[in-house]
């Protein structure tokens, strides 16, 4: 017996191949519709093509920087740093090198280069160090002294 499927068509019950999507009745509307999106190729784009990049973010995948990212939060107790030296609490998650990884790649697995931080202050951050330090793709690294002092960087983060 071959297998069957109910026509596409709203309200229609007749039953078609299942290869088909309508039945005889209603194949004109087989012509009116979108044709169907090629996932096959879903998420392979490449977009750390920059060697250095790549290993960075290998970096993030192995079982050290895991175990690493759950002392930091656990000694933070899962609050934002910067949010707290302006006196608010706010919850998070994310871990952030203080001295980015890709000025400093000797303190990426320092625990004290590690703090805590919600997302608006991610956002905040990475635009700075952007400015300061000339992280992020496509940019060059600026030879400038790194800075690992909370308090200034959350005065340049907020004057920036």
Known sequence: MPRVKRCRATGCHTMVDYESRYCKQHQH??????PQRDYSR??????HKDENKSKQYAFYRTRKWV???KRALECDHYLCQYCQLSGVVTPAKTVDHVVPVEAD?????DLNNLAVVCPSCHTKKTK???AYYGTGN?????NVRPIDDLNL????MDSA
């Open 67 to 69: 175990n690493l990212r």
């Open 153 to 156: 960087i959350n005065k340049l």
């Open 29 to 34: 509307l087989a012509d009116n519709e979108k």
């Open 105 to 109: 790649q000797g303190r990426a697995t």
């Open 42 to 47: 879903y998420n392979q784009v490449t977009r």
């Open 128 to 130: 700075w160090e952007q």
């Open 138 to 142: 496509g940019r060059e690294l600026r």
